[in-house]
């Protein structure tokens, strides 16, 4: 089996938003429409501090398609344009989409939305067409701060690459980023979908809750 | 989310048509409505139509539905299902009528039992973990909403009913299934209460800061007091109307049109807009995208 997944180091995000505009250059996602999205959550206050600044911290959430295990928008679809593919991903087949939108309603992220043009159901396909050719998607492709790595979670952390160092060596998530605890592996709130996509977060509360 | 017209449209008329073949078979099990069943047959079918070109004028391609169209975990799919399942309820009782045959017991429990079906299909294709305004209160509004349109529809039955003398036993259905739909109405507050959106604190959307960021602390509030407020007293209030004529219409023997005519426009004004509150209140599990 095969679950192809991005974690983000959200210690290590600085916010400069180039996945997001690397995503919209190489998928031509229409204006106003996003399929990877950066939020910034905070400042929200420290536990046990004053609750003004400094006792205060941020750090930015990447959102976006959650490739989830169980997903909703495939249960929904009535034709099964959207479908888990296999390399595990969540990718619909344009030709297939009737534009009913009821995936975009299933989907607890919001990260759906009916392409303007086209008129049917679009989201990150996490690059599928550059995956295969072994290529990184573009949103880890140009992460500034080396915050996202691309992997498999079957093959466990060792399989997350990212970005090639100057010497050409494509560098290993685990050898790379900051040491981190298991505690510190957070994903978006779970409504039963089993989000695939993992975000580091290492001395900050995690917002938003369900923390699986 | 913003609301969706057609799919409006669509639950209405599902509803309505529900509303009328339960009816119909509730009057045929006392043995009453003889002659009106060819009316309500025609009436049920020209709404089961409405109801399906609504949903079509939903689909952006509905051209495509030929392409593997049937996945049998879709709400589409099963309310398809269902829409089938009655128009071919309607052929049957159409062909009972033109044939002059008795009805006796069987097509309409039948027909009773798939009517409340549909509702039921219908309701269960909106209920949606991602969207928690979307529980197992909406559902309950939609099979109220049955119960209102189906009593309406006896009322509305026996009034057109030629040479029928009116009783006040007529709208008794009418009273309880209005009854129905507006406990139904109230108890959907404490399953919004009940229902939670993710909480990410303070945030910001960095690609607008300009834009308010959203908070929902409560989405009960929200419906109540809040933006959902003017679509849930107004459907409140529609339905208290609908109630007070059929109570009107109880104590008042002799035609009552007037009556009835108000307890139908309240009534799809009641429908209506708390259809759309449904929609005001069905926010993602995070709403922060």
Known sequence: ?212 | MTVQWPLVIFTLFLCITSGILGGISIMALQNKGENVRRKAIVASAITLVAGGIASFMHLQHWERIFNGFGHITSGITQELIGVVVLAVLIIIWFIFIQSKKKIGRALPIVTLICAIGMIVVTGHSYLMEGRPGWNIGLLLFYLGNGCLWGGLAVWLLEAISEGSDFKADDVKIAFWGTLIQLICEVLYIPFLASAHIADFGYYANVYSMTTTPLHIDSLATYAVAGPGALMFWISIVATLIVLACTIAAKRKAGSNKVLLTVAIICAIVASITFRVLLYQVGFSLTVIY
Not at chain 1, 147 to 161: I, K, N, T
Request: proline share 7%; aromatic share 8%.
């Open chain 1, 1 to 212: 089996m095969t679950k192809k997944a991005i974690i983000t180091d959200l210690n290590r995000c600085v916010g400069c938003l180039a996945c997001s505009v690397a995503c919209k250059a190489m998928n031509n996602v229409p204006i106003g429409c996003y399929w990877n999205k950066v939020v910034r959550i905070g400042p929200n206050p420290v536990p046990g501090g004053s609750g003004q600044w400094p006792d205060v911290y941020m750090y930015f959430l990447t959102m976006g398609c959650q490739h989830c295990e169980d997903p909703e928008c495939v249960k929904v679809c009535p034709t099964e344009a959207s479908h888990i593919a296999e390399d595990g991903t969540i990718q619909i087949d344009r030709n297939r989409c009737i534009g009913c939108q009821f995936c975009v309603m299933a989907c607890p992220y919001g990260v759906r939305y009916l392409d303007p043009d086209e008129r049917v159901a679009e989201k990150c396909t996490l690059c599928e067409e550059r995956l295969v050719q072994g290529l990184l998607p573009a949103c880890v492709a140009q992460c500034s701060g080396n915050a996202r790595w691309v992997g498999d979670l079957d093959e466990g952390l060792d399989s997350f690459v990212g970005t090639y160092d100057p010497l050409g060596k494509q560098r290993k998530m685990v050898d790379f980023i900051e040491p981190f605890e298991e505690s510190d592996i957070h994903h978006l709130p779970d409504a039963g979908n089993h989000p695939g996509f993992a975000y580091i977060l290492r001395d900050h509360e995690w917002q938003g809750g369900d923390d699986q």
